[in-house]
Structures are given as C-alpha cells and as structure tokens.
C-alpha cells in the first residue's frame, strides 16, 4: 500500500525507432537553429583553450615515461569538459518542455515512455557530439595536437567513444531535471555538480602529479575516464588501461540512462 | 453495440498529495457525433475529468469507456483514436508549424506515405496552410489555437477533447474557432466533441448537450433548451440599498418565498470599486437640508486625517456608525492612516478592533455584504414583480436600487446551480474534502 503509484497512466510497449529518431531530430534542429548557444558554448572552449593550453604551463607532462606537450594535454581535456556542460545542460532541458507544455503533448501520445526518454537522450547526444568534434576539430586546426596525418583517424576514433561518454553524461541531466519544476537551479546544479566534476576529472591537470587522497576522488568521478579514454586515442598515452575507461564508460552510461528512464517513467507534470 | 461514444461509470479523482477530491463518483453518457460542454467554475473538476477520459490521469476509483476501450486497459487504443487539445499551449515555439504536425503524425503511428497529405489537410481545415513553414513561436495566440486544434486531428480521431479552446482569444478569433468545431461536427466527419468552456454563450452556441460540474459532482446535465426550462419564466433581479441590519436580509428571503410563483432566490453581492468613499454620502432621510457637496468634502477631510477623524467620532457618535457601516474600501483607507499612528487606541474598542484586523490582514471580506442583490426565479415575472416590491417595501431598512427582469440565459442556469459567490480556496472547503475523504477511507477498511 505504502508503494507510491503515479498519477499519471503509463504506455507499455517496446521502443519504437521512427519515433526515436524523430525525437532526436527535433533536438538536434533545436541546437543548429539556436546560432547563439553554438556560438557561445564554442567560444568558451576556445577561451579554455587558450588561457589553460598557452598560460598554464609550457612544461612538458610526462605519463608513464612519454613527455607530451602542455597544449595537447589541455586540449583533450578541454575537448571531454565540452561533453560534461553541453551534455548535462542539454539533459536539463526537459523543464523546457516540461515548463512550455510540450512535455503534456508527449506524454499523451500513444508511445511508451522509454521511446520518449531514449529519443530525447540521443538527440542531445547527438547534440554534444557535435559540439565536442567541433571542439577537438578545431584544436587540430590550430596545431594543439602537432600536425600528423594519423591525426584524422584518432578523431574519427573519438567518435563512438565520444557517443558513449555522451549518454551517461546526458543521463545525468535528465535525472535531474525530472525532478527539476523551475530554472532556479541551474545556478546550484552548475556549482555543486558540473563544476566539482570538471575540476576533479584531470582534464587540466595530470593525475599523477596531485596528492593520493585527490587521486582517490578522480578515481571515484566517471568524467575522469572520459578525459582518460580521449587522451588516450589523441595523444596515445593515458593513466588507466582502455579496456577499463571503456568498461566504466559503458557501465556509467548503462547506469545514468535506466536512471534517466526511470525518472521520466516516475516524472509528474 | 450502443449509440455511446463514451460511458462514464463512478469516475472518482483524489489527488492524495494535496488531499482534494478533484472529481467525485460522477456518471455520464456521450453520444456518438455529440458536441457535450462541460461547464464548472474554477477547480470544478472538468480538466480533471477530460485528462482522465484521455488516458492522461490514473483514475483512483471508478471506470470509463471512450471508443469501446476502457481506460486503465487499453489506454494506447483510446489515445490513438482521441485528439487533444489541452488548456495551457503544448507547442514547441522553435519548431516550425509543419514540423509540430510532423512529429505529431509519427508520434501517432501513421505511414510515411500518408503523413504529407493528412498534414496538408487539417492545415487547410485550419486555414493555416501559407504560415505552416514559420516558427511557431511567431504565430498568434489564435493560430496556436488552431494550429493545436489541427494536430489534435491528424490521425483522424473519432473523439475530440477541447479543453477551453477559446480562453483568451478575441471574438472574432473565437468566432472563427466555433465555425470550425461545428464543421467537424458535421457532415461526413461526425466527430464527437467533448469541450470545456467558461463562456456560457459557447456552450450555448456549440453544445447538443451540457454538464454543469461543482466541487467535482454534476449538478446538472441536459440540453440547453432544457435547462433553461427547469428555469421556466423570468428572472426577477433585485438590487438593494445599502442595507444598514443585515439581519433582516434572511427574514426577506423566507417572505419573498411565501410568494405563490416565485421558485428560487439566490443572493449575491455587487462591490463598486469604483466610488470613492466621499461619493458613498447620500444625506440620510429626515436630513434633507443638508448640501451634499459640503458634507463630502467634510467626509473627505475627516477620512485623511487620524486627528480629525477621532474628534469627529467625539463629536458625532454617527461618524462611528458610519465607519461600520462603510465599504471594505472605506475601511481599509482608515485603517492605512492609522497603521503609524498610536491614536488607534482612543478609539472606541469596536473600530480599533476592526482597524486592527485590517492593518494584521486577518479582516474578512465577507462579512462586508452591504449591498446584496436578490435573484429570484418565478413563473411570470410580469405579474409578481408588483407584489415583490411591495413586500420588501414592507421592510423599513431596506430598500430597492434597481429591479431588472428577463427570461433566463445559460448564464442564469450556471449561477442558479454553482451559486454567485466568486471561488477562491477557501479553508472551509478544505475541511470539507478533507473530512470527505477520511470518511471514504473509513468506509473502505
């Protein structure tokens, strides 16, 4: 008796891809037509990319022996911190819809639930795959990595594992912004979650040159094996092993999307 | 099979996070190719109702059949053979009109191959078909409306849900939107119509037959015809003077009843916002000497200063009946000029009391029904209205303002059942549905 049953009626049934896909297409137009957020979402990267690639350190870092450049080093990690904010802001905006009414005119279409939540979470992925490659194109260009050939086939490389680290890191929106009723928090989510998890991820700093507890934390923080696993295809050197950054990826992301889904299926408007 | 299009049986709703009986055990048919109104004041029930007929909203006790499927079983088959148009807008204002429809069609199921030529129809049905490439957050409060009434069509259903599809629009929009409801209503798509409206001419122009809901019951349920019926004859509108012993108001309604032919009286209050209160003065009768003018002014002097108005209630113990008696407005002014002043307490025990209740925010407005006005349903109109005079005449403090007759509207129908006192959430309610349903839930244990 004591379960709490939901007010709202559930469709059951199994994913239906043309819906899906349609869902997708609706974010992915959402964020080309939006000229600003592009413009803006890039500009802070490069701005990233510039006062931590160039004013940081010149020194090479060393891992595991191999000496890599300063630039090359920050520009991977500038590259997974693009995923981590356009991700986690693109999963919160469901209270977009949910605050504009759209969200009532999915939920009353005959689709379960899943199909919304799965179509939703892969456009914004989509949608942070395409900020990241313009991210890490664009630091190619620009010569943060050293011009070399192999160099187009490590990025299309990042792609799949890019989609990847997407998902879980859009699952994570999406849980919250369930929850979420109005804009006010954005402030918080941005101080106490994206924040905490950009700074302890390594992506600016080598994780062998801070102390043991922190390592432990880094440890603890799934975006860290995101930075690991791009600076390993990029740069070819990394501190864990890729099989386990691709583990934990897939674990992470298998994790935050039943999150996700979970949440939406329990999701009052 | 039966004519029913829908069938209502025992629909309940208890929101139990906030403890409101929103519907209560209501039953009701709708016939196919039907337009059916829903009308209700505010937190009636009716969106309540019309999310639950559509598969939106968990039913907690009760059951429905829309287009033979029930809805806790086969909540897919109901939404696929249903439009919608809910209350608040539900569009996305970044995707073109088109492409709203769009997503609609594959939400919805339809082939690929049927989804270009269905779209092109409901937007010529809409006359939207020249504007369905702009954003929609560019269009107009009524081409939402439309453009939203369109989409609710696209998988051609058998049932359409309009939840107040005209709020805010102007009239002629309005106009426009009525054509179209009745369009689809007849002729070939015989669509059934389920609509909620506050606009009781909208009911009245559009509906084969209305459902008036109060506090999630139905109170009432026929054509418009005859509803006006059961308030056969005229509507007799008295509008009194400022009534001085408010007591004798019930006296007057029991007397007024006696008469033979008068069926019903309700009464309720008119509030001017606009007077101020020096314009309130008439000279009491007996007083006939006095100028108008002057005493105004003198009013209005008293009432701006505390000073001044405490002398004044020294001097003329009427000043203080006067304050009594006086509208909310006056009141509150008074109460203002003494919120800073420490005089409040030279005044006498019964307007300091007053002025503090105002001034703490705990003065009621309800007890300020100095004006009522008396509606009272009779057979014919013409030949009471001379007794009705003379009864109240009869009643020395009170006195008729204005009388006013005509045969009922639907508006008179909707004000007879839900009564005329505006809805607020008041704490008695509360108590009410709160008591209500610990006696459900005593009932099923």
Request: no cysteine; aromatic share 0%; net charge negative.
């Given at each position: 008796m004591s379960r709490k049953v939901s007010n709202y009626v559930q469709i059951e049934g199994n994913l239906r891809w043309e819906s899906i896909w349609y869902l997708a297409k609706r974010e992915l137009l959402a964020f080309v037509r939006n000229k600003g957020r592009i413009v803006s979402s890039i500009a802070q990267s490069i701005l990233f990319l510039f006062v931590f690639g160039a004013g940081f350190s010149q020194l090479p870092i060393t891992i595991d022996g191999i000496s890599i450049s300063s630039t090359a080093f920050v520009a991977s990690g500038i590259a997974a911190m693009a995923v981590l904010f356009s991700g986690v802001f693109g999963g919160l905006g469901i209270i977009r819809d949910k605050l504009f009414g759209f969200m009532k005119e999915l939920l009353v279409a005959p689709v379960s639930r899943r199909t919304l939540m799965i179509g939703k979470t892969l456009g914004v992925a989509l949608q942070t795959l395409v900020q990241f490659m313009i991210i890490t194109v664009l630091s190619a260009v620009i010569g943060f990595y050293g011009y070399d050939l192999s160099l187009i086939w490590r990025i299309l490389a990042t792609i799949p594992v890019g989609l990847l680290f997407s998902l879980g890191v859009v699952g994570i929106g999406m849980t919250i912004s369930t929850r979420l009723t109005d804009f006010q928090s954005f402030g918080l989510i941005q101080t106490f979650l994206i924040m905490p998890m950009f700074w302890l991820s390594g992506a600016l700093f080598a994780f062998n040159t801070v102390p043991l507890p922190m390592q432990v934390i880094m440890m603890i923080n799934p975006i860290s094996y995101g930075v690991d696993i791009f600076r390993f295809i990029l740069l070819g050197v990394s501190f864990f092993p890729f099989w386990l950054d691709l583990t934990i990826l897939a674990v992470f992301g298998a994790l935050l999307i039943s999150l996700g889904a979970y949440s939406f299926s329990n999701m009052e408007i | 099979m039966s004519d029913n299009i829908i069938e209502v049986k025992n629909l309940t709703k208890i929101y139990e996070e906030g403890k409101v009986l929103a519907v209560d055990d209501i039953s009701f048919n709708i016939k196919k190719g039907e337009i059916f109104a829903l009308l209700g004041p505010n937190g009636a029930g009716k969106t309540t109702t019309i999310s639950m007929l559509a598969t939106l909203l968990r039913a907690t006790g009760g059951n429905a059949i829309v287009n033979s499927h029930k809805i806790d079983e086969e909540p897919d088959m109901i939404r696929k053979s249903i439009g919608v148009v809910f209350q608040e807008p539900s569009l996305d204002?970044?995707?073109?009109g088109w492409e709203n429809l769009e997503l609609h069609a594959v939400l919805y199921g339809m082939e690929r191959s049927k989804r270009r030529e269905r779209i092109n129809e409901v937007l010529e049905l809409v006359n939207l078909e020249d504007k369905s490439d702009m954003y929609v957050k560019n269009y107009s409060g009524g081409m939402k409306r439309r453009l939203e009434i369109a989409r609710g069509l696209i998988h051609t259903p058998q049932v359409l849900f309009l939840d107040e599809p005209t709020l805010g629009l102007d009239p002629q929009t309005r106009r426009k939107i009525w054509e179209k409801i009745k369009e689809l209503n007849s002729g070939d798509l015989n669509m059934t119509i389920l609509i909620t409206t506050h606009y009781m001419e909208e009911a009245d122009e559009l509906a084969d037959r209305i459902c008036i809901m109060d506090h999630g019951k139905i109170i009432a349920l026929d054509t418009s015809e005859n509803l006006k019926k059961e308030l056969s004859g005229d509507i007799i509108e008295l509008e009194l003077e400022e009534v001085k012993d408010f007591s004798k108001i019930p006296n007057l309604i029991a007397q007024l009843k006696q008469i033979n032919g008068v069926k019903e009286i309700t009464m309720g209050t008119k509030h001017d916002k606009d007077r101020t209160s020096s314009e309130m003065f008439k000279p009491p009768p007996g007083m006939k000497g006095i100028n108008p003018e002057v005493m105004r002014r003198k009013i209005n002097e008293v009432l701006s200063d505390p000073k001044k108005f405490l002398q004044a209630i020294k001097k003329f113990p009427r000043t203080g009946q006067f304050f009594l008696n006086a509208p909310y407005q006056v009141k509150e002014k008074v109460a203002r000029m003494y919120k800073e002043s420490e005089l409040v307490d030279d005044l006498p025990p019964k307007i300091k009391e007053i002025i503090q209740k105002i001034n703490n925010g705990e003065y009621k407005k309800e007890e300020e029904i100095k004006e009522p006005s008396l509606t009272i349903s009779c057979e014919d109109g013409g030949k009471l209205i001379s007794e009705i005079i003379q009864m109240v005449n009869q009643f020395n403090s009170v006195k008729i303002k204005t009388i006013h007759m005509h045969s009922p509207t639907l508006e008179d129908v909707f004000l007879f059942y839900t009564g005329s006192q505006i809805r607020e959430e008041s704490s008695s309610r509360m108590e009410g549905i709160k008591k209500h349903i610990q006696m459900r839930q005593l009932k099923q244990k």
């Open positions: - | 204002g970044d995707m073109t």
